[in-house]
């Protein structure tokens, strides 16, 4: 993953508005971060491919409203990337359908059924405990553990101190691990 500092990065919105051979340094700084944030949040590969590469393709359509002076790049591309999420789902709710995956089961040998089964039943348990959080404490957990970010970037894009991202995230970390435990399961959020 490919890592630019602000300075970097505004040096390169500018130049990125002309020609995209410059986006592509933004893409691939940004590509993974923003992948793994919406594979999270709407928990399909397939959606997450589509919805990763609309945001981007919005995000080289916009690149000349930007205004650094408003927010860092991040914050904006995370703004389009949680807008493009809730869009994701108003449409399902307007459109109900079921995704194959979970229509069939998995036709790789590889792993055997009882191993298919554990993460299954792990990943439930986790959804609904996931589930059981705040909009805000799930969005922090989706930025820190999924997209990689450190507490002042998250302070930075949702508009909360650093202090106060740390104490929301320790609770629903400690909110989750009792959730889980008392269903029979353990998580590791590398803190003990």
Request: hydrophobic residues 35%; aromatic residues 12%; glycine residues 4%.
């Amino acid at each position: 993953m490919v890592t630019l500092t602000q300075t970097e990065e505004t040096s390169l919105v500018a130049p990125a508005n002309d020609h995209e051979r410059t986006f592509v340094e933004l893409y691939n700084s940004y590509f993974s971060r923003v992948y793994n944030y919406v594979h999270y949040r709407v928990n399909d590969f397939h959606d997450a491919d589509d919805l990763t590469g609309q945001i981007f393709a919005k995000l080289f359509s916009k690149l000349k409203y930007y205004r650094p002076e408003k927010a860092p790049f991040a914050a904006w591309v995370f703004s389009i990337a949680r807008n493009a999420v809730t869009d994701y789902y108003r449409s399902r709710m307007r459109n109900p359908s079921t995704p194959l995956e979970e229509t069939a089961d998995f036709i790789d040998s590889r792993p055997g059924p009882e191993d298919i089964a554990a993460d299954h039943e792990m990943h439930r348990h986790l959804r609904k405990a996931l589930a059981s959080l705040t909009q805000r404490e799930r969005e922090i957990i989706a930025l820190k553990f999924w997209s990689g970010f450190t507490n002042r970037d998250i302070a930075r894009f949702t508009g909360i101190s650093e202090s106060n991202t740390g104490i929301i995230l320790f609770r629903a970390m400690r909110r989750l691990r009792q959730i889980l435990e008392s269903q029979g399961m353990s998580i590791d959020d590398g803190n003990d």
